[in-house]
């Protein structure tokens, strides 16, 4: 079942659970993550971020995610993460993502108010939902969409209702310690501030930088208003270590490596959305 995520997002708040988001960049990441979704009975997310356009086009993202999610009885949302361009992002809502993500995170406040309120009132208009960012993520270790020069600025939970409000966003993330990739030293994940936030925002919060976050940490921001989080680099991290080992111990032909490897998603997927449905 292909949709936007606007209906998961807003069960997942009221029921005190979270929808994994994960990242894909071709066919057996997506096939994984789907089927993860369809073993377990729980919605997921399917998140292409722009910055993997040059594995594959929107419109082949959108063909694929459709047609796979038409054999699922659970929902699938194919999502745009990460996206500064706007043509891209109305070039995404006119292939048929269901949701997208306007990063206007390294803007000033007024500036990513207004852009995030231009898309949404396009993304609307087409029933795709939106997510924005207030604050932004530092990058740790084998990052591949974090840069060495991002800087971490946790989210005020002052503004974070005025840029919901203003904005129209769908749903907010937060910058409150999670980095993009695995931590280098000990996470310090600001709990306290993440309750301030959704105090004053009262809907769904985001929370990115899933991978190697502990798990009581995440069941702490699942109980304060995170609803939807984002994992990528485990997953690669996951089946690349995987693929070492096969490898090390034989030569398969190509399609069976891609059968273990799209298996091997799916566990990594399933370990996440376990935790995230807060059971
Ligand atoms: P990780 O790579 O740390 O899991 O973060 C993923 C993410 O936030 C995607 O937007």
């Excluded at 990441?29 to 919605?43: C, F, M, N, V, Y």
């Excluded at 129209?168 to 990739?181: E, N, P, Q, R, Y």
């Amino acid at each position: 079942m292909f949709t936007n995520f606007d209906q998961m997002l807003n069960d997942a708040y009221k029921d005190h659970s979270a929808i994994g988001s994960f990242n894909w960049y071709h066919f057996e990441t997506l096939k994984g993550i789907i089927e993860a979704g369809q073993a377990l009975s729980r919605p997921v997310i399917a998140s292409f971020g722009a910055k993997y356009l040059t594995n594959m086009d929107l419109d082949t993202a959108a063909v694929l995610t459709k047609n796979l999610a038409e054999k699922s009885d659970q929902p699938v949302c194919l999502h745009l993460d990460h996206c500064e361009d706007k043509d891209v992002i109305v070039r995404a809502i006119r292939a048929g993502f269901g949701s997208v993500m306007y990063d206007g995170s390294k803007l000033p406040f007024e500036e990513n108010v207004k852009n995030t309120k231009d898309i949404c009132d396009i993304a609307h208009a087409c029933g795709v939902s939106v997510e924005a960012e207030l604050g932004s993520l530092a990058a740790g270790a084998q990052s591949h969409e974090g840069s060495a020069d991002d800087r971490e600025v946790y989210t005020d939970p002052s503004l974070a209702a005025e840029f919901v409000r203003d904005s129209g966003v769908d749903a907010l993330a937060v910058s409150i310690g999670t980095v993009h990739g695995m931590y280098k030293g000990t996470p310090n994940i600001r709990v306290d501030i993440l309750k301030d936030i959704n105090a004053a925002v009262g809907g769904p919060l985001v929370l990115h930088g899933g991978s190697g976050t502990p798990e009581d940490k995440i069941l702490a921001c699942i109980a304060n208003g995170i609803t939807k989080i984002n994992v990528n680099t485990e997953i690669s991290e996951y089946v690349m270590a995987h693929t070492k080992e096969m490898l090390a111990a034989k030569s398969p032909h190509l399609s069976v490596l891609a059968l273990n490897q799209k298996d091997w998603v799916k566990e990594v997927v399933s370990k996440y959305i376990t935790l995230f449905m807060n059971k």
